[in-house]
């Protein structure tokens, strides 16, 4: 008999999952939801695995685009950071394009794609608790959770809400994400078609809601945006789960259920990914629920850490938040060089960069992203670390922590 899957959720999690298992296994599947709960836009951009998956899971090409009011991404611009530098983190290799997206689109193509499939059978109401599902396996995406008990929160990231506003305009001006360094913190710019969203991220308790919106206006400028009255605010915390795959290898969590990470890289989609191909590893039997846990665990530190480059770098901004991320920044480079990966990646971009600037220099059968660490490869690492300047810290960082 077919294996039974229950999907818990109709957000971008479900539907990613609902999409990728009907592709890839035989199972059966229950795809529970509440119809009066509305599903949450979280995350409108995407790494480069984005595209492959809907292409390979529902046939969507960069015509479909505008069914999700998408836009392609060649990369990042990244503002303001360190002694305000401006530079493009682009996608390498002939081709590698990313997409951003509305959510609430994307997921409502992506359900109306499935819901009629033979193997799918829709269960709207209320869900119980896990034990009263019928189904072999569960993937609960039922979003944000009531309490944190049951979760770590993140050891360094420091924002911890978000202004959003959405500026309205005739056709996409820019095809790449925006990532400003700001007083408060830093704000995001999001292009789609008819809009672009830009968020504030900043820390609720250093930075008044007021304050935000006040600086949030020189991001309009510096951009050339018109805001809306259409804004959202919200506070929330930066956390991962400890036990993402429960022992009995029967349940997974996925997206906010599972984590949330400031958006800094949209590493979101990505973590989805990787959450689904580990799950069916589980399942399986091709790994144990322990083994599964600690990659999803070390997974999401690095992120973290990742992401904290762009803290370490600083601003040229002399406020309450720098003054405090400057610390926290200090502590997440320093338990980097206690991984040998993060090491021999230094060690890499200390030698190219002297040897070769910014120019890649390709190893036979390597690929551009070998020797990553958390989502980026030597050339990402390689360009943050030169465009930042902080390779001469870094360094003297290292020869610190090896001499202790």
């Known amino acids: 008999m077919k294996k039974k899957l229950a999907i818990i959720g109709r957000g971008t999690a ?9 592709k890839w296994v035989d199972y059966e599947i229950d795809w529970y939801f509440d119809g009066n709960i509305k599903p949450q836009a979280v995350g409108e951009g995407a790494q480069l695995t984005f ?9 969507f090409y960069y015509s479909d685009l505008p069914k999700i009011d998408g836009t392609i991404k060649l990369g990042i611009r990244k503002m303001g950071w360190g002694n ?34 033979p193997r799918v059978t829709l269960k709207e109401g209320n869900v119980g608790n896990h034990d009263s ?58 292009p789609l078609q008819n809009r672009c969203s830009i968020g504030y991220m900043y820390n609720h308790e250093m930075s008044s809601l007021e304050e935000v919106k006040e600086d949030a206006k020189e991001v ?28 009995d290898a029967r349940v997974a969590y996925n997206g906010n259920a599972s984590f949330f990470l400031e958006p800094m890289e949209a590493t979101t989609i990505t973590v989805m990914r990787e959450i689904n191909r580990t799950a069916f590893e ?16 070390e997974r999401l530190e690095l992120i ?39 090491l021999a990646m230094l060690e890499r ?16 059968g390597e690929h551009f992203q070998d020797l990553p660490f958390a989502t980026w490869g030597i050339y990402s690492w390689k360009l943050h670390i030169h465009e930042l300047g902080v390779l001469d810290r870094l360094l003297g960082l290292r020869n610190e922590v090896l001499s202790q």
Not at 51 to 59: A, I, S, T
Not at 314 to 335: C, I, N, Q
């Open 304 to 342: 973290e850490r990742e992401i904290m480059i762009h803290y370490y770098a600083g601003s040229p901004f002399k406020t309450k938040f720098w003054d405090y991320v400057k610390h926290r920044a200090e502590l997440a480079m320093r338990s980097n060089m206690e991984l040998p990966q993060f």
């Open 51 to 59: 595209p492959r998956l809907l292409e390979v899971c529902l046939g």
């Open 133 to 190: 599902i019928d189904a072999d396996f569960i993937m609960d995406c039922s979003g944000f959770p009531k309490n944190y008990d049951d979760f770590h929160i993140a050891k360094y990231i420091s924002v911890n809400a978000v202004h959003v506003t959405q500026c309205y305009w005739d056709h996409p001006r820019f095809n790449h994400t925006i990532t400003m360094a700001r007083p408060h913190g830093w704000a995001f710019g999001i």
């Open 84 to 117: 305000d530098s401006d530079f493009y983190h682009n996608f390498q290799g002939g081709g590698n394009v990313s997409y951003h997206f509305n959510a609430h689109k994307l997921q409502e193509y992506i359900f109306n794609e499935v819901k009629d499939n």
């Open 282 to 297: 589980v399942w399986s039997g091709m790994i144990s629920s322990k083994v599964a846990n600690k990659i999803y665990t």
């Open 349 to 364: 971009a200390e030698r190219e960069l002297k040897e070769n600037g910014m120019k890649h220099t390709y190893v036979i």
């Open 220 to 247: 309009f400028k510096k951009l050339d945006l018109v805001p809306s009255d259409v804004t959202n605010s919200f506070k929330f915390k930066n956390f991962y789960r400890k036990e993402n795959f429960s022992a």
């Open 14 to 22: 479900g539907c990613l999952a609902a999409a990728n298992f009907l």
